[in-house]
């Protein structure tokens, strides 16, 4: 598929049920499913005031977020989010170590227990599911979660506890840190080839963004960094300001409050570091047209359009109607879409809008098509691109679409209650860090009412020209066909012309 591999992969240690010995780190890629249809930027929270999140900052500057819901598990949810991750790997001899911790923290033991390997394990896996329980490391952040058996605050007091202990006591045995070097290793090795493949893609679409600057596949310095330059990182990431703390469950929300300050309010940051800033994609060197010629790489077309993310954060209002056109706009493209193309699969081709997290806003047209299709996929794209440039949307097209995300937004809102919580405490915690709402399905729902007869099909294809003339485009094609090939971009650029006659869709491309 086009999109999956169009995104920044996170890396994962999960825990396994073995003996603390034997503890596994597996760490697949999954694919993120791309289908046809409307790709809701939604929140699996019920709007119910009966269950309000708290909110609150320690004095140390460490972040906690309390939910107190009702579902079918017997388990509560509980999240640790440490900012930082590949973004954070900026001076030398740090290539791959935050990842390298990640792993670390799951097998080293702590201050209170510095014979006990595998503490984590140890303590953890006794009061807690098989899964989800383990970690993962992003370019912005790594991520620890476990969800428990029970709701016996003994044992939230326990993991809570035991999450105090692995964010700021680690110690790091030679031993303990030369296993994990040749997991880490062979973990990135396995991801060598799709990691180059989207590196080389997010360099095309949105250059100087987070995951371009960043070589998320450099793990160069995993095998040789010492243990003093990992105890260093450890210790500037790992402080009070930088992490979070997501509880989701049945839980006494004055408990875990106090037991979240009994485990955390006593830790002490070290001297403030300056700002990190984040970078940004720098659309100047966005070309028109890129390819890539992999013999053992993707066969996809993605046209696109990128920008600048928006300041957050906003007022509420203005992010549900952000996400309700974003979610309309979305299903009456790949509706359109499937109608041009009633003979393919709607797992071949589609639109999506990708929002917020890399700092940048992009809108997707792509297609997966087979090894020696080119020529037809991107005429295809270039003419679904115009065509809605020129001709837009119909009123009916648009009542077709509101109607599908309504239904959609209340089959959700139906199946609140069996949301995880796992799913829901890092929904929290995504919010949290990216200054946004949590909205409920319900939420949408009213709003979507209330807004959607106001919405017409003339208001609609001026949001869209408008929203696809603030970034800046791009046609990328990868074919495994292109390593046989010479003047590549040219040929490319001769479909695109050839699609369309029409003036205004010549500019597409700039």
Not at 19 to 44: D, F, G, M, V, Y
Not at 120 to 129: A, E, Q
Not at 428 to 454: G, H, K, M, N, W
Request: aromatic content about 8%; hydrophobic content about 40%.
């Amino acid at each position: 598929m086009g999109y999956p591999l169009a995104r920044f992969f996170v890396f994962t240690a999960i825990l396994s049920t073995a003996a603390p010995e034997t503890l596994a780190n597996n760490s697949p890629i999954q694919a993120l499913e791309l289908k046809s249809e409307a790709r809701l930027p939604h929140s699996s929270l019920a709007s119910d005031q009966r269950n309000p999140v708290i909110l609150e900052r320690l004095p140390n500057g460490l972040r906690f977020a309390i939910l107190k819901r009702q579902s079918h598990e017997a388990g509560v949810a509980i999240f640790m989010r440490v900012k930082g991750g590949f973004l954070a790997e900026q001076r030398p001899g740090e290539r791959g170590l935050a990842h390298l911790i990640e792993h670390l923290v799951f097998h080293s033991p702590t201050r209170n227990a510095p014979n006990d390997l595998h503490r984590f394990g140890k303590i953890g896996m006794p009061l807690t599911l098989p899964e989800p329980a383990g970690g993962t490391t992003s370019w912005r952040e790594s991520d620890y979660f476990v969800v428990s058996r029970t709701t016996n605050p003994a044992d939230l007091t326990a993991l809570l506890g035991l999450f105090g202990e692995v964010s700021r006591d680690l110690i790091f045995r030679a031993d303990i840190v030369d296993g994990q070097r040749l997991e880490v290793s062979r973990e990135m090795a396995d991801k060598k080839n799709g990691n180059e493949i989207f590196a080389a893609y997010i360099a095309a679409v949105a250059p100087g963004s987070p995951a371009d600057v960043i070589n998320g596949q450099n793990s160069d310095d995993v095998p040789s960094a010492s243990i003093e330059t990992i105890d260093r990182l450890y210790k500037r990431l790992y402080r009070p300001e930088n992490v979070m703390i997501v509880v989701v469950g049945d839980v006494d929300p004055i408990l875990i409050k106090n037991t979240v300050k009994e485990h955390f309010a006593s830790w002490q940051s070290a001297p403030p570091l300056p700002d990190h800033v984040i970078p940004q994609f720098n659309p100047q060197r966005i070309a028109a047209i890129s390819h890539s010629a992999l013999r053992d790489g993707r066969n996809t077309a993605l046209l696109t359009s990128v920008a600048v993310s928006k300041k957050s954060p906003i007022a509420r209002e203005v992010q549900v109607r952000d996400m309700l056109m974003d979610s309309l706009i979305t299903q009456a493209i790949n509706n359109k879409m499937a109608m041009s193309r009633p003979d393919d699969g709607s797992e071949q081709f589609g639109f999506y809008i990708e929002q917020g997290e890399m700092g940048h806003r992009l809108l997707m047209f792509w297609d997966d098509f087979a090894p020696t299709a080119w020529r037809p996929a991107v005429a295809s794209l270039q003419g679904m691109a115009c065509d809605l440039n020129v001709t837009g949307f119909s009123e009916a097209e648009l009542d077709q679409a509101k109607t599908q995300i309504i239904a959609e937004l209340r089959k959700r809102a139906n199946e609140v209650a069996f949301v995880p919580n796992f799913q829901l405490s890092k929904e929290l915690a995504d919010s949290v860090t990216l200054e946004r709402y949590l909205i409920a399905p319900d939420e949408l729902i009213s709003a979507a009412i209330a807004s959607f007869p106001q919405i017409t099909a003339k208001s609609t294809n001026k949001w869209w020209k408008t929203q696809w003339k603030a970034g800046t485009s791009h046609l990328r094609v990868e074919s495994t066909q292109f390593s046989e090939m010479k003047n590549v971009n040219d040929e490319i650029r001769e479909v695109t012309e050839k699609a369309n006659n029409l003036p205004i869709c010549k500019i597409q491309l700039r």
